[in-house]
Nanobody, 124 residues
């Protein structure tokens, strides 16, 4: 069992930056690939980015490529999402998720554990 707690969300203006954190507890954090997803009102949950257990492999949605960076610190059992040049269309609840194993996936249904989410609102 893994518990995930996100933090760092908030209200910012277009062009600002935010860093989200996701702290994990429970089973060995380094055994899990980690992902960030987001869900805007009235929309389905969508993939944002994911990282392998070692941090050596990352994937990004086209909509955030070049603006967002995922990283992890296995010693602290934490994964981060650095978001730069934020846009109003980035407004959503952001969730981190854990997937046991070495394969990095972009499909939310494949993830085993989820956090409660943190709201990010970008004003124009």
């Amino acid at each position: 069992q893994v518990q995930l707690v996100e933090s760092g969300g908030g209200l910012v203006q277009t062009g600002d930056s935010l860093r989200l954190s996701c702290a994990a507890s429970g089973r060995a954090f380094s055994s899990y690939a980690m992902g960030w997803f987001r869900q805007a009102p009235g929309k389905e949950r969508e993939f944002v980015t994911a990282i392998s257990w070692s941090g050596g492999t990352t994937y990004y949605a086209d909509s955030v490529k070049g603006r967002f960076t995922i990283s992890r610190d296995n010693a602290k059992s934490t994964v981060y999402l650095q978001m730069n040049n934020l846009k109003p269309e980035d407004t959503a609840v952001y969730y981190c998720a854990a997937k046991f194993g070495v394969v990095v996936l972009t499909t939310p249904e494949k993830y085993d554990y989820w956090g409660q989410g943190t709201q990010v609102t970008v004003s124009s």
